[in-house]
């Protein structure tokens, strides 16, 4: 049986695809499972996957881990129906590069 934690994990990489997919914008999901933490970055697009616009890395250990994986998740389900503003990316990314309107 899978637990919440690797379900919520796997249900970002797949929202992450269909945001990549909708927007536009390139995004980068990477899993770091030996010490629990997990990165997500969005890129200007796939042509210019060199510019990142946002960059994320947070623990999953925990309660406080599957909070955060929560939030994510509500994040980018918030960017498929509205579309990626630096509001929503001020909310949940600690680290802005560029962000063009």
């Known amino acids: ?3 919440e934690k690797n379900k919520l994990i ?9 945001v990549q997919e909708k927007t536009g914008h390139a995004v980068f999901v990477r899993f ?3 010490v629990e ?3 997500i970055e969005i890129a200007k697009s796939k042509d210019d996957y060199i510019e990142k616009i946002a960059s994320s890395d947070f623990s999953t250990k925990g309660e406080h881990g599957i909070k955060r994986l929560k939030e994510v998740k509500k994040t980018l389900l ?3 129906e509205n579309g990626i503003n630096k509001e929503e990316l001020d909310y949940w990314i600690e ?7």
Do not use: P, R
């Open 1 to 3: 049986m899978i637990n």
């Open 10 to 18: 796997a249900e970002l990489v797949l929202l992450s695809m269909e």
């Open 32 to 34: 770091y499972g030996h």
């Open 37 to 39: 933490t997990m990165d």
């Open 78 to 80: 918030g960017f498929l």
């Open 95 to 101: 680290q802005i590069y560029h962000y063009k309107f």
